[in-house]
T-cell receptor, first 116, second 112 residues
Framework: ETGVTQSPTHLIKTRGQQVTLRCSSQ?????VSWYQQALGQGPQFIFQ???????GRGNFPPRFSGLQFPNYSSELNVNALELDDSALYLC???????????????FGPGTRLTVL | KQEVTQIPAALSVPEGENLVLNCSFT??????LQWFRQDPGKGLTSLLL?????REQTSGRLNASLDKSSGRSTLYIAASQPGDSATYLC???????????FGAGTRLTVKP
């Protein structure tokens, strides 16, 4: 069974540029959540995708957007990069177990984004 | 709005000591609570997950408890080892699985 994978591992961009991060969910998982972790802080929820639709969003501006594909992989796009966007970006996959229950979220290794 | 706090922010102990990490949350309406380990610059490794109906979970030298009514969880590490040095994060999930809320973590150093 393949776990959650993310690409690229590291990325360096300059302020104002755009970036796309990718996540492949664990086999059988149809839900992907994205988190931003700034240095020294806990991860913060960006948004979640369930069956290709956004299913909840945290307190992040619209320049953070996402997609989920039919194979349940996902992309996180960030436009007009700012210095404060420098962080570790984590994705997690899960699936609904029925009756309002959800499986455990499994996290990928993350993408380290540096904005100069 | 759910807020998660972890105390202490950092902890240094000699090898072999038993230790307790604390996590508190403000909204008791949670679906589950999870403890993670994070090594510097790396992703999250899940250690223990406690469903809201459970009181504790154990895995090897780790034991996590949950008191939902008081909004508290503890992670107990027995016979600490230098390899346990890492940041430990707790996180709570609401019933719809959105917006998993994390604490800022406790940075643990176990000295040989």
């Amino acid at each position: 069974e393949t776990g959650v994978t993310q690409s690229p591992t590291h990325l360096i961009k300059t302020r104002g540029q755009q970036v796309t991060l990718r996540c492949s969910s664990q086999s059988g998982h149809n839900t992907v959540s994205w988190y931003q972790q700034a240095l020294g802080q806990g991860p913060q929820f960006i948004f979640q995708y369930y069956r290709e639709e956004e299913n909840g969003r945290g307190n992040f501006p619209p320049r953070f957007s996402g997609l989920q594909f039919p194979n349940y992989s996902s992309e996180l796009n960030v436009n007009a990069l700012e210095l404060d966007d420098s962080a570790l970006y984590l994705c997690a996959s899960s699936y609904p177990g029925g009756w309002g229950e959800w499986s455990e979220q499994f996290f990928g290794p993350g993408t380290r984004l540096t904005v100069l | 709005k759910q807020e998660v706090t972890q105390i202490p922010a950092a902890l240094s102990v000699p090898e072999g000591e038993n230790l307790v990490l604390n996590c508190s949350f403000t909204d008791s309406a949670i679906y589950n609570l999870q403890w993670f380990r994070q090594d510097p610059g790396k992703g999250l490794t899940s250690l223990l997950l406690i469903q809201s109906s459970q009181r504790e979970q154990t895995s090897g030298r780790l034991n996590a408890s949950l008191d939902k009514s008081s909004g508290r969880s503890t992670l107990y590490i027995a016979a600490s080892q230098p390899g346990d040095s890492a940041t430990y994060l707790c996180a709570v999930s609401p019933y719809n699985n959105n917006d998993m809320r994390f604490g800022a973590g406790t940075r643990l150093t176990v000295k040989p």
